[in-house]
């Protein structure tokens, strides 16, 4: 059997510690500030996390750029090189275009060498849930499962992997086009904070609104308790957008309840933290089935 390369991408969120310690890898997408272009670096090299999102406190705001036709060229071709099989699980494309770009330049490829395999997988989340599903990859490679299963087992389980958000200030979600004006600005004036989700289209969407900021971190964490399946035996990833204390209250109080495998607590990457913005925080782990569909 062929050894399996498992390749995400920047809206994977995974910390390089974690990349590692899976051996999952990952191409690039960018973002652009005051008509500069940064790789969306998981490490965060060339703009550290505090930078960029102090940069965007300072009204700059950043533009995501997907992943190049020529990154995907490349990432593909090495791994074929050392005689790998290749499985790439995108970002949602109901976010992105990056998953469709990298099948067609996967299309091309194998036309081009026969008898090489590399699968597409559109997990329809994108964060850490992303992350998660690259890392069960890597744990079913490692047990000495073919791409072949390990791509059918994704298909078959994405929509478990829950993804709970919440936002600093709506002002970036309406930058994004996310959020009407008014309600951004009326909404900032009585605090509201809206809970997200990845919907089973694969389309963030605010599935209820609270009011206040501990209410939000506490509805979080009350979703991740009522929905985690068996999570004595799996993940729970909480990623924040410069706000490490919040990410660890929603920790502990889901501590209080219920007992993960792990827990991982890192930055929000770039690209989801370009629309969401500072003080974001999102809880992502395995559950129920996510059958909401947004309007």
């Not at 910390?15 to 008509?35: A, C, H, Q, W």
């Not at 994704?154 to 309406?174: C, H, M, P, Q």
Request: proline share 3%; charged share 25%.
């Amino acid at each position: 059997m062929k050894n399996i390369t498992i390749i995400l991408d920047s809206t994977c969120d995974m910390s390089p510690e974690l990349l590692t310690r899976f051996n999952i890898t990952y191409v690039k997408m960018g973002v652009s500030i005051d008509d500069k272009e940064y790789d969306a670096d998981l490490a965060w090299e060339g703009l550290s996390s505090k930078e960029f999102y102090d940069l965007m406190r300072a009204k700059k705001r950043p533009y995501t750029i997907q992943v190049k036709e020529d990154a995907f060229v490349e990432a593909f071709n090495k791994y074929l090189d050392m005689g790998n099989d290749i499985l790439y699980i995108g970002c949602s494309s109901g976010l992105s275009a990056s998953v469709k770009l990298g099948a067609k330049v996967a299309e091309e490829i194998m036309q081009k060498r026969p008898g090489s395999k590399i699968i597409v997988v559109d997990p329809l989340t994108s964060g850490m849930a992303q992350g998660l599903i690259g890392i069960k990859a890597a744990e079913m490679r490692d047990e000495g499962k073919s791409v072949d299963e390990i791509a059918a087992w994704i298909e078959k389980e994405k929509l478990k992997f829950n993804e709970w958000a919440t936002v600093g200030s709506l002002t970036y979600l309406k930058n994004a086009g996310r959020v009407k004006a008014g309600a951004a600005f009326f909404g900032n004036i009585i605090g509201i904070k809206p809970i997200l989700i990845s919907d089973a289209h694969g389309h963030n969407i605010a599935l209820k609104k609270v009011r206040g900021r501990q209410a939000a971190l506490q509805e979080i964490a009350d979703s991740v308790i009522r929905t985690a399946i068996d999570p004595e035996h799996n993940y729970l990833a909480i990623t924040h957008a410069d706000c490490p204390e919040d990410a660890q209250k929603i920790a502990d109080m889901i501590a209080e309840k219920i007992h993960f495998k792990e827990v991982f607590i890192s930055h929000l990457g770039p690209i989801l933290g370009a629309s969401c913005g500072p003080e974001t925080v999102m809880a992502m782990h395995y559950g129920e089935e996510v059958t909401v569909v947004g309007e």
